[in-house]
């Protein structure tokens, strides 16, 4: 009878405890997306690679793409 009514229990909360928990993890994405700074990398103007140009951006541009990027994958 115990496992029958926990087996009932989870085929009725399953749904509920599964939003519980994307909406646990995008809290704490959240929270760890808001603590992580971007700065952008001091260039001595010598690559390593001389075939790989790179365009110059911002650091606001890089932050906008951060942004753009993350709600694209936590909307």
Not at 16 to 35: D, G, I, N, V
Not at 51 to 59: A, D, L, M, Q
């Amino acid at each position: 009878l115990s496992d029958a009514l926990d087996l009932a229990h989870d085929a009725v909360s399953g749904e509920f405890q599964m939003q519980a928990l994307r909406e646990e993890m995008k809290t704490k994405m959240r929270q760890r997306a808001s603590s992580v700074t971007l700065k952008p990398a001091e260039s001595s103007g010598t690559s390593t690679d001389s075939s790989e140009e790179r365009p110059k951006r911002t650091r606001q541009e890089m932050e906008n793409h951060a942004t753009a990027t993350l709600k694209k994958l936590f909307g």
